[in-house]
C-alpha cells in the first residue's frame, strides 16, 4: 500500500502554463509538507499544513498556492511557471504536529519540468 | 534562522569500509530533533537514523551511528561495513517548533566494490 502518493510523477510543460500536483496520504497523519528539490539536491521545505491549515509558508512566490481539502491531501498548485520552477517536488507527512521527533514519510516526488 | 551544513558534497568509501558524513547546525532553539535521510537513485527519502537533542547518548541503527556534540552542534553519520546499497544522496536535518523542517544540501555517498 502506498503511504504517500504523488501525480503525477513527471510533468513537463511550457512556460506561462498553470499547473498542479496532488499528494494523498493514508497514515492518517496530522500534518503535510511540501519540499522542493533543485538540480543541486538542494531540499527545501515549502510549506507545512496542520489539520489543514496553514503553519509554514517559506519564502516562495505567490504563484505557488498550496490546497488542502483534507486532512489526507495537500495539493499544490503552481501559476505562471517558470523556467526556475523545474525542480523535483516531495510531498511529506508526519504524525502528530504537537509531537517532537516525528519521522516524516515522503512521496516519490514529482520531476516538473518547465520548457 | 536555522541552518544545516553539510560540508562534503560527495564521498567514496570502499566496501566494507566505514565512512562518516560530517554536518553542522546552527539553531537558538533549545528542543530539536535531528535526523539523516538517505535518498537513492530512485529519488525516494528514507529515514536513516533519528536523535533528540537532549539525549546525551548517540543514536544507532544496525550499520549507522551517530556522533552527536551538542556543544559543537555537531552531528555525524558513520556508517560501517558499508555495503552497495548504501550509494545514495545523504540530507542531514533538524527539526523544531513541532513542524519547522530543514535539511542541508546533500553528501553524494559513492560506495566502489
Known amino acids: 500500500d502506498t503511504a504517500v502518493s504523488q501525480t503525477p510523477k513527471y510533468l513537463v510543460t511550457q512556460m506561462g502554463n498553470d499547473k498542479s500536483i496532488k499528494c494523498e496520504q493514508n497514515l492518517g497523519h496530522d500534518t503535510m509538507y511540501w519540499y522542493k528539490q533543485d538540480s543541486k539536491k538542494f531540499l527545501k521545505i515549502m510549506f507545512s499544513?496542520?489539520?489543514?491549515?496553514?503553519?509554514i509558508n517559506e519564502t516562495v512566490p505567490n504563484r505557488f498556492s498550496p490546497k488542502s481539502p483534507d486532512k489526507a491531501h495537500l495539493n499544490l498548485h503552481i501559476n505562471s511557471l517558470e523556467l526556475g520552477d523545474s525542480a523535483v517536488y516531495f510531498c511529506?507527512?508526519?504524525?502528530?504536529?504537537?509531537?517532537?521527533?516525528?519521522?516524516?514519510?515522503f512521496g516519490p516526488g514529482t520531476r516538473l519540468t518547465v520548457l | 534562522a536555522q541552518t544545516v551544513t553539510q560540508s562534503q558534497p560527495e564521498m567514496s568509501v570502499q566496501e566494507a569500509e566505514t565512512v562518516t558524513l560530517s554536518c553542522t547546525y546552527d539553531t537558538s532553539e533549545s528542543d530539536y530533533y535531528l535526523f539523516w535521510y538517505k535518498q537513492p537513485p530512485s529519488r525516494q527519502m528514507i529515514l536513516v537514523i533519528r536523535?533528540?537533542?537532549?539525549?546525551?547518548q548517540n543514536a544507532t541503527e544496525n550499520r549507522f551511528s551517530v556522533n552527536f556534540q551538542k556543544a559543537a552542534k555537531s552531528f555525524s553519520l558513520k556508517i560501517s561495513d558499508s555495503q552497495l546499497g548504501d550509494a545514495a544522496m545523504y540530507f542531514c536535518g533538524i527539526l523544531y517548533n513541532f513542524n519547522k523542517f530543514y535539511f542541508g544540501s546533500g553528501t553524494k555517498l559513492n560506495v566502489k566494490p
Open positions: 499544513y496542520n489539520n489543514k491549515e496553514l503553519i
Open positions: 511529506a507527512s508526519s504524525p502528530l504536529a504537537g509531537a517532537l521527533g516525528n519521522e516524516q514519510f
Open positions: 536523535q533528540e537533542a537532549y539525549k546525551q
